[in-house]
C-alpha cells in the first residue's frame, strides 16, 4: 500500500523558515522522482519544487527559487522541503506526490501518488 505522509506544517509569521517533511511507503522511493505542491486557498494547487530520484537535478516554481530547498534521503524513503523568508501568500495546503519519470516534474499530471498534505500557514 503506498503512502506518502506529510509533517512539518504549522502557523508561522512572515520572514520564518519551516520544513517539512514526507514520509514515503509500498513502493521503490529510490526510482522515483519527488515533488512538493501546495494548494493556496481559493486558488488552483501549484507547483513547489522537485527532486529526481537520485537527487542530482531539482527544479523550482521561479516565486521559490534561492528560498526554498528540496532535499531526500533515499534511505530513509523521505524528502524534505526546507522555505525561508516565508510569506503570508504561501499559506496553502502542501501536498508531496510520487513521480516515476523527470520529464515535466512541474505538472501535477505527472505524479501518480500523493499525500494527504499539510496546512502551512504563514501570518502577517
Known amino acids: 500500500q503506498v503512502q506518502l505522509v506529510e509533517s512539518g506544517g504549522g502557523l508561522v509569521q512572515a520572514g520564518d523558515s519551516l520544513r517539512l517533511s514526507c514520509a514515503a511507503s509500498g513502493f521503490r522511493f529510490s526510482r522515483f522522482t519527488m515533488g512538493w505542491f501546495r494548494h493556496p486557498p481559493g486558488k488552483e494547487r501549484e507547483f513547489v519544487a522537485a527532486i529526481s530520484s537520485s537527487g542530482g537535478a531539482t527544479h523550482y516554481q521561479n516565486s521559490v527559487e534561492g528560498r526554498f530547498t528540496i532535499s531526500r534521503d533515499n534511505a530513509k524513503n523521505s524528502v524534505y522541503l526546507q522555505m525561508a523568508s516565508l510569506k503570508p501568500e504561501e499559506t496553502a495546503v502542501y501536498f508531496c506526490?510520487?513521480?516515476?519519470?523527470?520529464?515535466?516534474?512541474?505538472?501535477?499530471?505527472?505524479?501518480?501518488?500523493w499525500g494527504q498534505g499539510t496546512q502551512v500557514d504563514v501570518s502577517s
Open positions: 506526490a510520487a513521480s516515476p519519470k523527470y520529464l515535466r516534474p512541474w505538472l501535477s499530471s505527472e505524479y501518480d501518488y
